[in-house]
Structures are given as C-alpha cells and as structure tokens.
C-alpha cells in the first residue's frame, strides 16, 4: 500500500470512529398540534447513543416568531440526558399569545457535537369568552319550607373578556307545582376583564300563620239591637206599653235570628295556606347569557355544568 493510501485509510478510520462516539436527536409531532390560547402541548425528544458515545447532551427549546408576535412558551423535562434517553418538550400559550403556526426547535449539545430538530404546532383564534363556578355553596343546604340559603357565584372571563352578563337558574329537578324560587343579587354583572361575583338566593314558600276570624263580633252586634227599645220604654207613656213591649219582643227576635250564624261561624273560620314548597332536594343548574346573545361555555355540558343543592324538609 502507498503511503497516500494509508493515510487515507487512517483518516477513514478517524472519522468512523469519531462518528461512532455521536448521538441523533428527533421530535415527534406535536400533540395536539394545535391549541387554543392558554393550552399546552408535548412532543417527545429522542436521543440515541451511538457507539462508544460517552457524556451528556443539554437540551434547550426555543420557538420562532415573527417581528411584533408573542409565541407561546417552550420548555424541556429534563433540560439533560445522558442518551439514549427521552425528553418533553411542553409548549403553554397564554391569554395573550399570538394566534397562527410557529416553529418549535430543540437543540441538543453534547461534549463535541451539536444536533437540532423542529416541529410546527399552531396556536388557534378564539372568541372571548366567560364561564360560571360556585365560590361558596348554598349556606343552610338544608331548610324548613318558608325559608332559604345563599351562595355565591363567580363568573371567570376567558381571553380578555369583558361584557354585562345577566344570570339565571336554567333549570330546577325535580319539577313541582310550588318550587323554590332562585335569584342573584347583582343581576346583571358587569364583568371587566378579572372575576366577578353575585349572590345567589334560593327562597321556599311555607305555610302561612293561622288565623281565627272572631264571631264573636257578629254577636256583639246582635246585642245592640234591643237598646233602642229600652229607649222607648224610658221615654214611652203609660197607654203606650202594649205597644212598647210588642216591639221589645220583636227586636229581641230579630237579634237572636242574627246571632244563628253568628255562633255558627265563631268556631270555623281560620285559614290555613296549602301553597307549600314539598319536602324534596332540589337542583338548579345555573347560566350566564351576556348582551350579545352568548352563553356561559361550561353551560350545558353535563359533567361541567355549575349547579347549587338545596333540600327541604
């Protein structure tokens, strides 16, 4: 072999060797590969030792934007690994992170190479918008009809929202003739961009006091009647008594004609209200609709729909 030729043999050599001590690094796609403002999303980052490959690879993140956007937020779990071995790379958008596709590249330094690999993910255009939670449950849960509880409930502004939002109980289980009755105090809400709150009031109709409507009235009117004819007895003459004593006889007939029903109804007349909220636990699901017609986005939604309790027994 010529000298020429063994030398290149040897550099050959060199650089198979050399890279056999390297490492690959690969993203997998984004998921999702696309999110809504204030979302996340992860792809996982692949290391591979080649052979005789020795030490630690850095792992940085970094998403590429355009001159005047805000790009979402990236970091990588953990920042270093000894391959092979696996990282994740997160990206979190917020409330004021621009809308549109960005380029996310991971870079990975090791003792004496550095590798490099980018995925795209898109952060998505929403409207603003708002939900509705409990902050603080019905407090007594648990009242006699005729009486009721009081909460409180936040309405949270999503993306920057801001609007009047005017509340209401959607529905009520079960359904009854005489149900509790639900109200919120501001209503309508102004929201201005942070959290708002309104008391909810939750009322049941009870019985109305007893009452006895005195007969006893009546009869004393009954009595009255015969004292104009003691009148007539002090102020009449002798040749008029017959006369005086006919009428006497008479008023007091009419007086005790009179004091029939009296006497009847002094006994029964009490009344006594059946309009009462039954004895039940019930169930309201709340909604918020603003002036422009939108709804609460967790409204709706069985399993993250807002909802107070309140039994009466």
């Known amino acids: 072999m010529s000298r020429a030729g063994c030398i290149l043999g040897m550099l050959v050599m060199l650089a198979l060797g050399a890279s056999a001590q390297d490492f690959t690094l690969s993203m997998a796609p984004f998921n999702p590969d696309a999110i809504d403002p204030g979302g996340q999303s992860s792809s996982t980052v692949t290391l591979v030792a080649g052979t005789g490959f020795t030490g630690t690879v850095n792992l940085t993140c970094q998403v590429l934007a355009d001159p005047g956007t805000t790009p979402p937020v990236c970091q990588m779990s953990p920042a270093s690994v000894d391959p092979t071995g696996t990282s994740l790379a997160t990206v979190t958008s917020t409330g004021t992170t621009s809308k549109g596709p960005f380029t996310v590249v991971v870079t990975g330094t090791g003792p004496s190479t550095t590798h490099q690999d980018s995925k795209a993910i898109t952060i998505l255009s929403v409207n603003a918008d708002f939900t509705i939670t409990i902050q603080t449950a019905l407090a007594p849960s648990s009242v006699h009809a005729g009486s009721g509880g009081q ?22 289980t079960p359904l009854v003739t005489i149900p509790p009755i639900c109200t919120f105090n501001p209503n309508p809400v102004t929201v201005s961009g942070a959290t708002a709150t309104s008391q909810i009031s939750i ?92 709804v609460s986005s967790n409204t709706g939604t069985a399993n993250v729909a807002p909802t107070v309790t309140l039994t009466v027994d």
């Not at 909460?151 to 959607?170: E, K, M, Q, W």
């Not at 006091?209 to 009148?231: D, E, H, Q, R």
């Open 151 to 172: 909460g409180i409930v936040n309405i949270n502004p999503l993306f920057g929202y801001t609007g009047t939002v005017t509340l209401s109980c959607a529905s009520i």
């Open 203 to 294: 009322s049941t109709t009870g019985p109305l006091p007893t009452t006895a409507m005195a007969g006893s009235s009546k009869m004393s009117y009954a009595l009255w009647l015969p004292l104009p004819m003691f009148a007539l007895l002090g102020i009449g003459t002798r040749g008029h008594k017959k006369r005086a004593w006919f009428l006497l006889g008479f008023l007091v007939l009419a007086g005790l004609l009179l004091l029939v029903p009296a006497c009847n109804n002094s006994s029964s007349n009490t009344t006594t209200s059946t309009g009462i909220t039954p004895n039940n636990t019930y169930t309201f699901t709340l909604k918020g609709v603003d002036s422009q017609g939108n």
